[in-house]
């Protein structure tokens, strides 16, 4: 059984380990960087971020009895401000005709836009290596009880919910998206242009051409993977369809990775949330795969959960005392509870 908790300054080492095998703006491969990211999480979660909209929340998953962080997600309470704007392409499709040569043609056309008072985003999954696809399924864990926080509390966050999934790479790492559009505006390869991102965006604003984009002048290589996702986001991209999520037709300026968005209200998840007591007798057998979550208003921890087997009746929630144990919950406190499917 893992703990999935909120994440702490202690977790830095763990987290810098797992931040070398993605390295994005969410979960970056630089300490300076990834350090603010975390103590900007512990005073959300405590709530010294008086605004919502500026908060963001770093999760982790612990083997309890190691203490070892070997996987972590994150929300942003709000992505895309008038200081640092959520930047896309908006893709669509033109239709062009010539009478004098009959010829029809539909061209992919992309638009440079901005959110400036913009969704909250998730993002920042990953899970190291040698626990993905386990049977604790600890990607799905993290990706869950992002939700679950969210659905406990709708008010700190936007009515829409964006995901930013990551496209094909090269071999190397690279993106021929920016090689064939990017590049040629900013010349600064893939890696330094997402690193400079991280800091400002106002280059792409004053760089990149102000007009639409169309991608028939673009490699058939590079056309074919707009809006599309990695083999490894592929289970990801399956997830999040499943509880609501749709392809919005807007892609990442950087990468061209494809933008998933859904209303926070409407994700299967969130409805199926509920607030329930603890029951004082302990599951012994039967149960339904859960997610269930225990808030705290001060400690080294304010936010625990732990997947398991749960039953709700008339006398509140029934857990194994393992897991009641874990969260440290004690007959007749509320806890939160989705399906864990």
């Given amino acids: 059984m893992l703990l999935l908790r909120d994440a702490r300054r202690s977790d830095l080492p763990s987290l810098s380990g797992l931040a070398r095998l993605l390295d994005t703006v969410n979960l970056p491969d630089d300490p300076r960087t990834l350090s603010r990211i975390v103590l900007r999480s512990v005073r959300s979660f405590s709530g010294r971020i008086r ?44 239709e062009h005709y010539s009478s004098t040569l009959d010829r029809h043609f539909r061209h992919t056309v992309l638009s440079l836009g901005y959110h400036f008072d913009g969704p909250t985003e998730i993002g920042g999954l990953v899970v190291h290596p040698a626990h993905r696809g386990g049977p604790e399924k600890p990607g799905k864990q993290l990706a869950y009880v992002r939700f679950l926080y969210m659905a406990r509390h709708p008010a700190r966050f936007r009515e829409t919910v964006l995901a930013e999934l990551m496209p094909p790479l090269t071999r190397d790492g690279r993106s021929a998206f920016w090689e064939a559009f990017g590049r040629r505006f900013t010349d600064l390869d893939y890696r330094a242009a997402d690193k400079k991102s991280r800091e400002n965006k106002e280059f792409i604003q004053q760089l990149f051409p102000p007009v ?27 997830l999040l369809a499943r509880l609501g999520f749709r392809y919005v037709d807007r892609i ?47 400690g080294r921890n304010r936010f625990r959960a732990v997947q398991t087997r749960a039953s709700l009746g008339r006398n509140g929630l029934k857990l194994p005392r393992p897991a009641a144990e874990l969260l440290g919950a004690r007959p007749g406190q509320q806890v939160s509870l989705v399906p864990f499917e």
């Fill in 51 to 94: 605004d919502p909209l500026k908060r963001s929340y770093v999760f982790v998953a612990e083997e309890p009895g190691s203490g070892r962080v070997i996987g972590t997600s994150l929300v942003i309470a709000q992505h895309g401000t008038h200081e640092s704007p959520c930047t896309f392409f908006h893709v669509a499709e033109r």
């Fill in 212 to 238: 639409d984009v169309y991608a028939t002048l673009f490699p058939p290589k590079v056309r074919r993977a707009l809006g599309q996702v990695g083999p490894a986001t592929e289970p990801v991209r399956r």
């Fill in 252 to 298: 990442d300026p950087f990468d061209g990775g494809p933008h998933y968005e859904a209303r926070l209200s409407d994700v299967s998840l969130v409805r199926a949330h509920r607030l329930v007591r603890l029951s004082e007798k302990p599951l012994r057998s039967g149960g339904v795969e859960s997610l269930v979550a225990l808030e705290r208003p001060s």
